[in-house]
């Protein structure tokens, strides 16, 4: 039996608005131990905002964190994945979208978080 996207996903998420800033981003995913944020305005999912976007669109080009909105570094569109999907078909939709995050859903409800990261843990047996 191939495991399932929700036996492996974060469930720590975390929705800010598009109009907080870098610096105070960083500062609750650090303090919640999460690699991303989401996005939201008007209760919808608009963006996704990750560490490596911090690095590379942020500090690489000289940004200041405490200036700089999330939605001006959040990468866009969003993918979504059930949470009853095949590991193989999360692996198989990072790759062809070249994203390295999903946001994982139930009847279209967000649930949880998979990252190209969760798929290097080991896989729990069953799942």
């Known amino acids: 039996m ?27 995913m650090a303090d ?12 919808a999912i608009i963006g996704i905002v990750t560490e490596t976007d ?3 669109k942020v500090l690489a080009h000289g940004l200041d964190p405490s200036k700089t909105k999330i939605e001006q570094v959040m990468s866009t569109p969003v ?3 059930d949470a009853e999907a095949s590991l193989v078909e999360a692996n198989q939709m ?14 279209g409800k967000t649930v949880g978080v998979l990252s190209v990261r969760d798929l290097l843990h080991p896989i729990p047996v069953g799942g």
Do not use: D, W, Y
């Open 94 to 107: 990072m790759e062809k979208k070249n994203v390295r995050h999903l946001v994982v859903t139930e009847e």
């Open 79 to 81: 993918f979504t994945i």
């Open 54 to 56: 911090f690095t590379r």
């Open 32 to 43: 919640m131990r999460i690699g991303s944020l989401l996005v939201e305005r008007e209760n």
């Open 2 to 28: 191939i495991p399932k996207v929700k036996s492996i996903m974060t469930e720590k998420v975390c929705q800010m608005g598009p109009a907080v800033t870098v610096q105070i981003a960083a500062k609750i």
